[in-house]
């Protein structure tokens, strides 16, 4: 747009996959503590569903034409002309989740981008909504016989997040450990001290009859 170019994954899905991710996402408290309930609109023939972070940092709003070029395009000789797709910003949304929100292009399947359809980097996959998220490893075991499936669960895409949140844990109860350790040791160095100088008298009080338990 521009000049300006930012990365971002598009995702195309069908109208009953957006109509349910939209309505999910106008259940979050964030959407439905505003006043008046957010309204969505699936996108349309050449129209697209931008996440706020990336239209932020693009200037993008909605109504606004942007250019869509496939990735590979950028490794193309030059004056080779690259495929690409003009679209419309449907709508901006804020999902409150940074990796949507700074990378999230969302269209229809089939009624936009249509001529990426043999670009080197398209990938086709299913995404599986189970009642119990906790159930996703032992439905990825019984999806394990399919040997042309690449199953990957919530856990495994989300590793580097909870790598992080391990990381953070590992490191706060390390400074705790540490300080609590430094905190000890200084109490410690103190009392040793004030004993050492209260030699005397302590042996005073001890030849006055005072026991060792009691001083």
């Known amino acids: 747009m521009d000049g300006i170019f930012h990365g971002a994954v598009a995702r195309g899905v069908t109208a009953s996959t957006l109509e349910f991710m939209l309505k999910k996402l106008s259940e979050l408290p964030s959407h439905a503590n505003s006043s008046g309930s957010p309204t969505f609109e699936i996108p349309e023939q050449d129209e697209v569903i931008l996440g706020s972070s990336l239209a932020k940092q693009m200037n993008i709003y909605e ?34 989740i940074v990796e949507l929100d700074t990378q999230m292009l969302l269209f229809q399947r089939g009624k936009a981008l249509v001529n990426f359809s043999k670009a080197g980097s398209r990938k086709v996959g299913f995404d599986i909504w189970l009642d119990d998220p906790y159930d996703a490893t032992s439905f990825k075991d019984t999806l394990a016989g399919y040997s042309d499936l690449k199953v990957e669960t919530w856990r495994e895409r989300n590793s580097a997040v909870f790598l992080a949140l391990q990381l953070e844990k590992f490191m706060l109860g390390s400074f705790l450990g540490l300080s609590a350790l430094i905190t000890t040791f200084s109490i410690w160095s103190v009392l040793t001290l004030l004993i050492t100088q209260k030699k005397r008298e302590m042996g005073l009080l001890m030849s006055i009859g005072f026991s060792s338990r009691g001083l």
């Open 63 to 96: 109504g606004d034409y942007i250019t869509v070029l496939p990735p590979e395009s950028l490794l193309m000789a030059p004056g080779e002309n690259p495929p690409f797709s003009k679209v419309l910003v449907k709508q901006i949304i804020s999902t409150n």
